[in-house]
């Protein structure tokens, strides 16, 4: 392992999935020269190819073993579905390779289950695997939506556990800090509960706000006519399906309780709605655009 | 009444409530010498100072009546709950000054109740109202706020009826025009049922979601943590209160219809999400990113 206090922080990173968030944290290392050679690895050779020849990665491998076998740190930026059989593949490689000593992050929207599904796959090597997830991203996604300044300012959340290896948590922040994210560690729980309440829900809310427009007679005009309160709003909505649908599995009942509190709020809406209360909506409206206006600036 | 095709399009406005959209129609109007002198009204003295030391109006009358009496046009940009108490003023006013060539104008977002509450207070003269909405907006409001650019490049609809002066129209169309805007005209009640979908009841869902998040214990952390996609699905959360109350209360139909519409697609979401139906939730997803990449750019 490197000197974490100087520029270089590794030697070799590997990146498993090079698309957004992946290739965007390959960039930013770059930039700050926090590593000499980063090696990706994924599904699709093509995927691999373009990273290569976006400058994302230095070269790849088809096969996670293989990609693995020399590295400092393993960094895993796939949809929450692929999880468990990129770990397999990855503690598979390490053993085969005899490397003890690279540490696995990963970049997954919920914690709870991948550091569950962690403990099941690397059991005694748990230690050296630091959950994290960077609160950033954008509506697109593949190699050439990375760059370099996606984390700059951003947060990144790490949940450690007791039995995780406090230098490998220092080591995965001190990389994280090296792409301008300010980190942060709390517990898994606390954060599946704040990711469901800020992201999942919001998400799912915009998917299915356009979804549930999609079969409307009127379609055509609702988009002619949308403004960009209706743009903004449904931005969301153009994400990653595959992203979503398993950041959903993976954080299921987090957010089923936060589509309960939303249903409540919905129809405690409809009342006062049904019932011309304007008092009740303006109550709800005026509390609302003070609390937005308190936090977000 | 001024050549329609000159660049002066009329002599004297007289615009009642100058704050976001009132103002900026009256900048824009300015920006394009589109009318010689504009008159602002409004309640609050304060607020037409302001709008006067901003040069969107040249002078002010804190009284309706004597404002409108020798306005070529009258535009009344006010929240929807006040334009019953405006238009009757409208009507006094004009029929005191003996100014039976005035055409009145309006732009709230609900065009069904707007309509029959002209028809009610002008009578006879309904004919010289031309009802109308610009689709353009900020989460701002009052004089500060407006901009000469807000109507550039966005849409104007206007929804005349039956009874409705051709030349009117005509007339109300070119002002719109010389802001930039491009105007289409539509009856009310699909009006209505458009704007329902692609912007009141997404105002309600996103006043709704940060209004039940604000009880949560972690509301600190939860906004700590929101990252770009919840501060863009929020943004209009920040409007104003009275103006969505209003909205709410004038629309109320078509608004129920559609969060009658919204809860079923939360329940089929929240059965797929309980019975962890990756399927569905990818179908869901998935059509949703299609419907919106397509028709949003």
Redesign the interface.
Known sequence: MADVTGKTVINNLCVIGTGLIGGSFCLALKQAGACNRITGAGRREETLQKAQQLKIIDGYETDIAAAVKDADVVFVSVPL?ATQAVFIKIEAGLEQAGNHHAIITDAGSSKQQVQQIADNVFGVNASRFVAGHP?????NSGPGAAFAELYKN??V?LTPTNNTDEDAVKLVKALWQKTGASVEI?DAE?HD???A???H??????????????N?D??E??????????????????????M???I??HN?QP??EM?????????M??NA??S?D?EK??E??????N???K??H
């Open positions: 579905g609160i950033a991203g954008t509506e951003r947060r959340i709390m606390h509960k704040v990711l309440a800020t992201s829900l919001p998400h799912l809310l915009a998917f299915g706000l356009v979804h549930c427009l999609e409307m009127d379609i005009d609702i988009f002619r006519f949308a403004a960009g309160g209706f743009r903004d709003f449904t931005r969301i909505a153009s994400s990653d399906p595959t979503w649908r398993d959903c599995l299921q957010i089923l589509m309960q509190r939303f249903r409540a709020e919905l129809d809406l409809y709605m049904a011309a304007g909506l303006m709800v409206f005026q509390h609302a655009k609390t937005r206006d936090f977000i």
